[in-house]
């Protein structure tokens, strides 16, 4: 039956799930002659849908799932379809074929097929349907309370009973169900409905849906059954969601445990004892006379298998030992479950650390699948009933869940707001998260009211020195090394203190530090998530005194001044990816480190932090950083300080300013550093600012002064013999070549340069010339070639993680495939350089994919997507002020627009390129374009002075550039081109 996705519903649904009761038995006993009987089925069930308005939405085997806009019409289905199915007649019985049927009602998340246009849909209201269903025997249909509220008058001459609460499998919420029967079934009686509800647990309901965390309860669930597996304690700090997975997993067990799954909440307990009058409790064990340790080991000895579900262990994990490691010593058929946020020190315990939700600036799934989105919406619903997600409200729903360190107990209390507040002000409030994040419920333990108290609760379990070295910790960003732990944290006046690297393994063991095993550098580093650190940082006051903070902050700044020092000789030296490697992990710390040393007043220090750091940030981004971390230093230097060390930060930052495409301010920028720089007698510092001033001035279209500039830089550097820099110069000198269609000269001129940076070892520089290269050669036709040398370049920026340079490489890389017709690879080089570009804020780079995008949408035909690729990346180049680049645009704007009919705004546009070319001097390939494309328009209208004019200078650009006709990417274009020139 073919649906198309416009007439399935969406919104709120109705479900039902349909299955054959025995049917894998009877195909046994039957074989082919069960046919007959599955296709009679069939043919009931698919009367049926179509008599009550129902969507057909997936069969499996002999199991249907079927959607209803009302729940009216999903119950009326399952009568109609049960009384029709009373005819179907097992053969070797004679019995009817029973079947079981589930109907509820909610919003699943609705997806179509991108193939077959089919509505399909997903989520948790979807899985609570199905076990419905699966809790139904064989001709029973069973609704839930959601659906019968809905039910209008479907129910009218039905038999309704109430079920009562049911406990599903894999589901936390009870369910209330009610059994729903044709009135002439008056005698009917069924066994006991298949559900978990009469399994020994104690295991409380939960009045919200589980979101998100699908890996980890199956990981659980799996190896809780693993050979040797006894018990697991999960790990993390207070609200990362270890007492509620702890719960699912239980549910999801439970049925595989004759001794059942108890939890137990530890909260209140102080000793030992007080852990086994819990623990007792919970189990229905009485103590008597022997204490309560004692009679839970005795009881747990003689039960069937049994799980344990202990919650909040860690303010009494001293008592570990003696109650939870002795009951795993004498119950071999007793498994536990513990929540802690320390680990207990048990012989046996498997640590599973529960790390947060996912962030959701990284997935690329939609806004409406990713996990902390999910939770997000999920509770804001629950707040504002009315609350919906949507393209305005998603980017900072986003970026609230992202800010919070995907903590699911933050992401609830900031999605509570939801009922006075919109998410863009949740978000603009996250400065102040511990007043913000608070919660008005009552029936929630203190620890979980509010943010602040649950890590408050990890916290005043802490010894005094493990406070102090935790405050201490709380300078770092971004995490940090053993070796940066042992030269900034100090405790040496605590007599009982351990060093500065084991206290940082209990902070770690005690939740309050993270550790990841795979940093870049390939040593483990320590994290801290966002709000801990924010708690740390009040607790300050209290545990360091002046002295030991301003101690504190000194060897903070001491510590990353020799650590970039170390490091930016090492990449001086030729160890370009292993420095970066090292450096950019600890890019927040040495940014930190150099605001702190601005603050106080060590205005050279904080300069040589900056001038370190700047070259990673520019190959690996991202752009934003740089600009405020060299504005601040600027404005700090004395007016009449060091002018060189000047000039370094304005070379940095107008570079930064170029990166970022704010080309303004690299003008005046770069005007700045050159002005001074001739003051300083430097040759190098003046071949700097000539290549900064030089790199603007050709961006900006003013290549006879950009080719200037570049020469004179050539020549300052070969002065101070900077090999490197004269390298850079001359591919400078290439790029003005490029531009100004002398390829020959620009190919000489990109090799000299690639040949230098070999020797000189530097390894980014040789892939930037590579791409100039592979420009040149892509624009004088030799497609192969030029693809050739920019895959060299993509390797060697792959080689040291150049990511700056590896987008560059993959968007060239993709115009040279669409040239050569191999348009899914080009598509596939774009998204990846996209995505890079947009990470690290480069606009310029940004605008080249989606001219190279767009370019392949109108060659599938994809006219207004192109167009809109054509707009966005024209608008970029223009707040950047690059001409040329505007012109291109432009250019392949009126191409797409020609090509849909619209030949006047097309002209229009094509004599605005060409009008904006001839202002700055700028011909080569986009002159050529325009002014050919420009040609064929005008002679289509009329204008065949005009016509032959434009042809004329078109055919003599493409001569003395020595292109081909498919230059204009027309054949029409350039047969217009040759009559017009030879007539």
């Given at each position: 039956?073919?649906?198309?996705?416009?007439?399935?519903?969406?919104?709120?649904?109705?479900?039902?799930?349909?299955?054959?009761?025995?049917?894998?038995?009877?195909?046994?006993?039957?074989?082919?002659?069960?046919?007959?009987?599955?296709?009679?089925?069939?043919?009931?069930?698919?009367?049926?849908?179509?008599?009550?308005?129902?969507?057909?939405?997936?069969?499996?085997?002999?199991?249907?799932?079927?959607?209803?806009?009302?729940?009216?019409?999903?119950?009326?289905?399952?009568?109609?379809?049960?009384?029709?199915?009373?005819?179907?007649?097992?053969?070797?019985?004679?019995?009817?074929?029973?079947?079981?049927?589930?109907?509820?009602?909610?919003?699943?998340?609705?997806?179509?097929?991108?193939?077959?246009?089919?509505?399909?849909?997903?989520?948790?209201?979807?899985?609570?349907?199905?076990?419905?269903?699966?809790?139904?025997?064989?001709?029973?249909?069973?609704?839930?309370?959601?659906?019968?509220?809905?039910?209008?008058?479907?129910?009218?001459?039905?038999?309704?009973?109430?079920?009562?609460?049911?406990?599903?499998?894999?589901?936390?919420?009870?369910?209330?169900?009610?059994?729903?029967?044709?009135?002439?079934?008056?005698?009917?009686?069924?066994?006991?409905?298949?559900?978990?509800?009469?399994?020994?647990?104690?295991?409380?309901?939960?009045?919200?849906?589980?979101?998100?965390?699908?890996?980890?309860?199956?990981?659980?669930?799996?190896?809780?059954?693993?050979?040797?597996?006894?018990?697991?304690?999960?790990?993390?700090?207070?609200?990362?969601?270890?007492?509620?997975?702890?719960?699912?997993?239980?549910?999801?067990?439970?049925?595989?445990?004759?001794?059942?799954?108890?939890?137990v909440e530890l909260e209140e307990a102080t000793t030992p004892e007080a852990v086994g009058a819990k623990v007792a409790a919970a189990l229905g064990i009485p103590v008597g006379t022997k204490g309560a340790v004692e009679a839970v080991a005795s009881a747990l000895e003689v039960r069937d298998e049994t799980l344990i579900v202990l919650d909040n262990f860690e303010q009494v994990v001293e008592a570990g030992p003696e109650t939870l490691g002795l009951w795993m010593k004498r119950a071999g058929k007793t498994k536990a479950i513990v929540s802690s946020r320390v680990l207990l020190g048990i012989e046996g315990e498997r640590e599973y650390p529960l790390e947060p939700l996912p962030d959701p600036r990284t997935e690329t799934t939609p806004y409406a699948e990713r996990d902390a989105v999910r939770l997000f919406v999920d509770r804001a619903r629950g707040a504002n009933p009315r609350f919906e997600l949507t393209d305005d409200n998603a980017p900072d729903i986003v970026e609230v869940c992202a800010q919070l360190d995907g903590i699911p107990l933050a992401i609830e209390l900031a999605a509570a707001r939801s009922k006075v507040m919109k998410p863009k002000q949740i978000r603009e409030r996250l400065e102040k998260r511990f007043q913000l994040l608070r919660s008005s419920r009552r029936d929630l333990p203190g620890r979980q009211q509010t943010l602040e108290g649950a890590i408050a609760w990890s916290y005043d379990l802490l010894e005094t020195w493990e406070r102090a070295a935790f405050c201490q910790a709380c300078v770092f960003r971004g995490g940090f090394t053993l070796e940066s732990a042992e030269s900034v944290i100090d405790l040496f006046e605590f007599d009982d203190a351990p060093m500065a690297m084991d206290a940082a393994q209990t902070l770690r063991e005690k939740s309050l530090l993270t550790w990841s095993e795979a940093a870049a550098d390939g040593e483990g580093r320590f994290g801290m998530y966002i709000s801990v650190r924010d708690y740390g940082r009040l607790k300050v006051p209290d545990m360091l005194d002046e002295d030991a903070r301003n101690g504190l902050m000194e060897r903070y700044i001491d510590h990353y001044l020799a650590f970039v020092e170390e490091w930016e000789a090492e990449r001086r030296s030729g160890a370009l990816r292993e420095a970066m490697d090292r450096i950019e992990p600890d890019i927040d710390n040495i940014l930190h480190a150099h605001e702190l040393a601005l603050e106080r007043g060590r205005v050279e220090d904080g300069a040589a932090l900056a001038l370190a750091v700047m070259p990673t940030m520019a190959l690996r981004g991202p752009s934003s950083r740089r600009d405020p971390m060299i504005r601040k230093t600027l404005e700090a230097l004395e007016p009449d300080g060091d002018a060189g060390l000047r000039v370094d930060l304005l070379c940095g930052l107008g570079q930064a300013q170029v990166d970022a495409g704010d080309w303004e301010a690299a003008d005046k920028t770069s005007r700045e550093a050159l002005e001074l720089a001739r003051r300083t007698d430097d040759p190098v510092r003046l071949g700097n600012a000539l290549i900064r001033r030089a790199d603007i001035e050709r961006l900006?279209?003013?290549?006879?002064?950009?080719?200037?500039?570049?020469?004179?830089?050539?020549?300052?550097?070969?002065?101070?013999?900077?090999?490197?820099?004269?390298?850079?110069?001359?591919?400078?000198?290439?790029?003005?070549?490029?531009?100004?269609?002398?390829?020959?000269?620009?190919?000489?001129?990109?090799?000299?340069?690639?040949?230098?940076?070999?020797?000189?070892?530097?390894?980014?520089?040789?892939?930037?010339?590579?791409?100039?290269?592979?420009?040149?050669?892509?624009?004088?036709?030799?497609?192969?070639?030029?693809?050739?040398?920019?895959?060299?370049?993509?390797?060697?920026?792959?080689?040291?993680?150049?990511?700056?340079?590896?987008?560059?490489?993959?968007?060239?890389?993709?115009?040279?495939?669409?040239?050569?017709?191999?348009?899914?690879?080009?598509?596939?080089?774009?998204?990846?350089?996209?995505?890079?570009?947009?990470?690290?804020?480069?606009?310029?780079?940004?605008?080249?994919?989606?001219?190279?995008?767009?370019?392949?949408?109108?060659?599938?035909?994809?006219?207004?997507?192109?167009?809109?690729?054509?707009?966005?990346?024209?608008?970029?180049?223009?707040?950047?002020?690059?001409?040329?680049?505007?012109?291109?645009?432009?250019?392949?704007?009126?191409?797409?627009?020609?090509?849909?009919?619209?030949?006047?705004?097309?002209?229009?546009?094509?004599?605005?390129?060409?009008?904006?070319?001839?202002?700055?001097?700028?011909?080569?390939?986009?002159?050529?374009?325009?002014?050919?494309?420009?040609?064929?328009?005008?002679?289509?209208?009329?204008?065949?002075?005009?016509?032959?004019?434009?042809?004329?200078?078109?055919?003599?650009?493409?001569?003395?550039?020595?292109?081909?006709d498919e230059i204009y990417g027309s054949s029409d274009v350039s047969e217009t081109i040759e009559r017009l020139v030879s007539g």
């Open positions: 039956m073919g649906v198309g996705r416009e007439s399935m519903p969406t919104g709120t649904v109705a479900l039902v799930f349909t299955d054959i009761q025995g049917s894998t038995e009877a195909w046994e006993r039957l074989g082919d002659g069960y046919r007959a009987v599955l296709e009679a089925h069939n043919d009931v069930m698919r009367r049926a849908i179509v008599s009550c308005n129902g969507h057909e939405v997936k069969t499996e085997g002999d199991a249907f799932m079927v959607a209803f806009a009302t729940a009216r019409d999903a119950i009326r289905f399952t009568l109609e379809s049960q009384a029709g199915l009373e005819s179907v007649v097992v053969p070797d019985t004679g019995d009817a074929v029973l079947v079981r049927m589930g109907v509820h009602v909610g919003e699943p998340i609705c997806q179509a097929d991108p193939l077959t246009g089919r509505m399909d849909y997903f989520g948790p209201m979807v899985n609570r349907s199905a076990r419905v269903s699966g809790a139904a025997n064989g001709g029973q249909t069973l609704i839930t309370g959601a659906a019968r509220e809905s039910a209008g008058d479907a129910l009218d001459g039905a038999r309704v009973k109430d079920m009562g609460d049911h406990r599903l499998k894999g589901l936390e919420r009870l369910e209330h169900l009610y059994e729903v029967v044709p009135a002439s079934w008056s005698e009917r009686v069924f066994p006991p409905l298949r559900t978990l509800t009469s399994l020994p647990t104690n295991l409380p309901a939960q009045s919200t849906n589980f979101i998100g965390r699908r890996r980890e309860w199956r990981e659980l669930a799996e190896t809780i059954f693993e050979e040797g597996v006894r018990l697991i304690t999960l790990t993390g700090p207070g609200g990362i969601g270890k007492t509620r997975l702890s719960i699912r997993v239980g549910d999801e067990v439970l049925d595989r445990f004759a001794g059942g799954v108890w939890f900006r279209g003013e290549f006879e002064q950009a080719g200037s500039d570049f020469a004179e830089a050539r020549e300052a550097f070969e002065a101070g013999g900077e090999r490197s820099g004269s390298a850079r110069a001359a591919s400078g000198l290439g790029s003005i070549a490029w531009q100004g269609g002398r390829y020959e000269e620009a190919i000489g001129l990109f090799t000299e340069a690639r040949d230098a940076f070999d020797e000189t070892g530097n390894r980014a520089g040789t892939a930037r010339c590579l791409g100039g290269l592979s420009i040149v050669l892509g624009e004088r036709g030799d497609h192969q070639a030029a693809l050739d040398a920019i895959e060299d370049a993509e390797e060697i920026c792959r080689e040291i993680n150049d990511r700056v340079g590896l987008a560059r490489s993959l968007g060239n890389k993709g115009i040279e495939l669409r040239e050569l017709g191999r348009l899914e690879e080009a598509v596939y080089c774009f998204a990846e350089a996209e995505v890079l570009n947009r990470q690290m804020g480069r606009k310029a780079s940004l605008s080249r994919n989606l001219g190279s995008r767009a370019m392949v949408m109108e060659r599938n035909g994809e006219f207004e997507d192109a167009l809109r690729c054509y707009e966005q990346g024209e608008d970029v180049q223009r707040a950047m002020g690059d001409v040329p680049g505007v012109a291109l645009f432009r250019t392949r704007r009126a191409r797409a627009l020609a090509r849909m009919g619209r030949t006047e705004e097309a002209t229009a546009a094509l004599q605005d390129a060409v009008e904006s070319l001839e202002q700055v001097g700028a011909g080569g390939r986009v002159a050529c374009e325009a002014l050919g494309w420009l040609a064929h328009l005008l002679e289509g209208s009329g204008d065949a002075d005009g016509a032959r004019e434009k042809a004329q200078r078109s055919a003599g650009i493409r001569s003395s550039l020595g292109l081909g």
